[in-house]
């Protein structure tokens, strides 16, 4: 299967997606520019939206920007 817009990263999972591909990169990627837009501008307090869907609790990515905020702090 090849998807054009699938971006979550769960779908990385080559040993339960083995025949999955995408043409799009995967949630990670915009994360990491996140963070270090954070971190270019020396933020010290950002506020992140997600949606409590399947989707938006799954990836997590909120989790990662706030781990990665605070230890550059």
């Not at 954070?38 to 997590?60: A, P």
Request: net charge positive; charged share 20%.
């Amino acid at each position: 299967m090849v998807s054009f817009f699938s971006t979550s990263p769960e779908l990385s999972n080559k040993q339960r997606f083995e025949y999955f591909s995408r043409t799009i990169p995967s949630d990670h990627y915009q994360v990491k520019a996140m963070v270090e837009i954070v971190k270019k501008l020396s933020w010290s307090y950002i506020s992140i939206i997600y949606e409590e869907s399947n989707y938006g609790i799954k990836v997590r990515g909120y989790r990662h920007v706030s781990r990665c905020v605070h230890s550059s702090l």
